[in-house]
């Protein structure tokens, strides 16, 4: 037997790390230079080039000089607002819709010649910015079983929308007339006042 004690191994608590990979040494990333004025000079005009073109992007159909794109305007006149709804032609998509009471703060001034005027301004600025030129007209007044005359706003929205420069072209009355339709509100006696 020798005489040197044996020596046990001793118990390792913690798990054995793995060997890493040595991380190659990367060079180091220089700090940007400055540019030069006449090198910020061009990325400036670069970048306002790119404004330009941003700019000159259009809303609306593509058209030639001096060619009239026609939208449809629908004017709905009754005695309580005044609605200024534009539409392409085949009435599927709506291109801006505004009416009185959106401009005016008191109720009773929504279906105002006023109202209707400050709606139809709103309306052509609108227009202009989608490259329509000019505009069908569609007047209607309430219809149906209740009164058929065209409000107040009517008139007021129609020779507002002409000032402003939208050109006009057919001017029809579309108001609903009933062929014998529903019973009309009041009762029997009628609305007494």
Do not use: W
């Amino acid at each position: 037997m020798s005489t040197k004690k044996e020596t046990q191994p001793k118990k390792e608590t913690q798990p054995k790390k793995e060997a890493q990979p040595k991380k190659e040494a990367q060079p180091k990333k220089e700090a940007p230079q400055k540019k030069t004025r006449k090198a910020r000079g061009k990325a400036k005009a670069k970048a306002g080039e790119q404004e330009e073109q941003k700019e000159v992007q259009t809303l609306g159909p593509k058209t030639r000089p001096n060619e009239l794109v026609f939208g449809v305007c629908h004017i709905l006149a009754s005695f309580n607002d005044t609605f200024i709804h534009v539409t392409d032609l085949s009435g599927r998509e709506t291109l801006v819709r505004i009416t009185g009471g959106m401009k005016v703060k008191a109720d009773r001034d929504e279906s105002s010649p006023y109202a209707a005027m400050l709606a139809a301004q709103d309306v052509a600025a609108r227009l202009k910015e989608l490259n329509i030129r000019a505009v069908h007209i569609k007047l209607r007044g309430s219809g149906g079983n209740r009164r058929r005359a065209i409000g107040p706003g009517g008139q007021a929205a129609l020779r507002a929308l002409a000032r402003a420069g939208i050109k006009i072209g057919r001017i029809e009355d579309v108001t609903p007339i009933p062929t014998d339709g529903t019973r009309k509100k009041g009762g029997h006696r009628g609305r007494r006042l």
